[in-house]
């Protein structure tokens, strides 16, 4: 009799749990059904706003790099930018996966930590001849990159400048050296 009412519970576990994993399912298909149409809906906004940012960037940002009083202003705005243009590129990414391979596509990047979302979108265009949105996705790619490389190299070189002290070094006979690190600014 113990045995019975042991197997019935058991039996109750696992409904109970085949349950939770299709409510799981379930809201997860809401997750990624409202996720698409809110790509869909702000995509426009997205190109738009990262082609005003890279004409501000080129217009304005980089040339302010130039200058040191301005260059922490302009290497920040440029590695952050890089961000706009990556969630520009992911999320035209996800609309082609879901418009090219449907529910699978996007469960398949999602398994892949949502990073797989860009190169199966990537590779759905390709394979169904879309070859100027390949072109563009490559030009997007490169652009987040290069805006990220470009904005970060800027910001290490400005504290890599701020960090290093002002040395000036001279050896008097008895081999040891002395070190002034005050720089020739700061002495006039």
Known sequence: ?????????NIGCLFV???IF?????????FIKGGVWFADTMFPLFIYASICLLILDIILFLPLSLFRKTELIAGKWIFFSSYLFGVTLWIWCLILTFKIFGWFGILLGVILLGIGIVPIGFIGALFTG????VLCLIL???ITYGARRLGSSILIKLTGRNNRPDTHTSYNDSDTIDVDYTSDDDTK
């Open 1 to 9: 009799m113990l045995n019975i009412k042991a197997e019935i519970k």
């Open 140 to 142: 997007l790619i490169m």
């Open 17 to 19: 749990g085949i349950a």
């Open 130 to 133: 879309h070859f100027s949105i």
């Open 22 to 30: 299709i409510g799981a399912l379930f809201i997860l298909s809401l």
